[in-house]
């Protein structure tokens, strides 16, 4: 089994004004095959966790530490942290002119496993991931995420993630901008990955419409860069029908 620990997170980011702290002390445990939904509202500093597991420069960790089975993994680089068995998805992937999916996905692949695939084989696996997630074949040639839509932006990194199939994944708002028939299928995705049984999920989500779909072992209150409240699923349809009010009264 393996964990996902953050321990006493603290992040803050430059302003204009001088560094600003976004999170105040994140304390959260992921074990495999559990799925954690993050749930507040905007500017509650959700995004700046996300990013800040996987490395982005923009976020300076301040205190505290991110361990993946033991190792902290903060003080690795992205494509360490990778290779050591995270993934994130971001709530507004990038465009890559010039580079195919296909050769992106096949790049990644041999970055996380030291080796090429054999390419017949690999092939054919990535027109099955695309195949599952209702993208044609011949989406593989297009630039990555250029002149995408919104749900095959979001398709294609689930398909990234069955793929390269990483220890845990963080997925930063993946039902942001779907349509019903999208976000259906992105969620049967993050089933499929989470029914293997030694996957980790922390899904962060403004809404509970995703958890229709995807079944959270624990739901948690994010508020003014920390969590306010933990609880089952049973939480998420409480917020659902109350709102954040009560949590952003508490943390002025």
């Known amino acids: 089994m393996s964990t996902l620990e953050i321990k006493n997170l603290h ?3 430059n302003t204009e004004d001088g560094a600003k702290e976004i999170l105040r002390g994140v304390d959260l445990t992921v074990n495999s095959g559990e799925v954690h939904a993050i749930m507040g509202p905007n500017g509650s500093g959700k995004s700046t966790l996300a990013y800040s597991i996987a490395g982005h420069p923009k976020y300076t960790v301040t205190d505290g530490e991110v361990l993946l089975d033991g190792e902290n993994i903060l003080e690795l680089s992205v494509d360490e942290r990778a290779r050591a068995g995270l993934f994130l998805a971001m709530q507004y992937p990038v465009e890559v002119p010039g580079v ?3 050769n992106f996905l ?3 692949k041999t970055a996380i496993d030291g080796e090429a695939p054999k390419l017949r084989t690999w092939v054919k696996d990535v027109n099955a991931a695309l195949e599952r997630v209702t993208l044609d074949p011949t989406f593989a040639q297009r630039s990555v995420n250029e002149g995408f839509s919104g749900g095959e932006k979001k398709r294609h990194e689930i398909a990234q ?3 390269l199939n990483p220890k845990f994944a963080v997925l930063d708002e993946t039902d942001s901008g779907l349509d019903i028939d999208a976000l259906r299928v992105v969620s049967e995705g993050v089933n499929r990955y989470t029914d293997q049984g030694d996957r980790g999920v922390l899904l962060i989500t403004h809404y509970t419409r995703i958890l229709q779909y995807i079944k959270p ?3 948690h209150v994010f508020v ?8 089952g699923r049973e939480l998420a349809d409480q917020l659902e029908a109350e709102g954040y009010d009560k949590y952003v009264k508490a943390a002025v």
């Open 100 to 102: 195919s999916v296909a």
């Open 217 to 219: 072992d624990f739901v």
């Open 106 to 108: 096949r790049t990644a």
């Open 11 to 13: 992040v803050s980011v």
């Open 161 to 163: 993630l069955e793929l």
């Open 224 to 231: 003014a860069g920390r969590l306010a409240e933990s609880g």
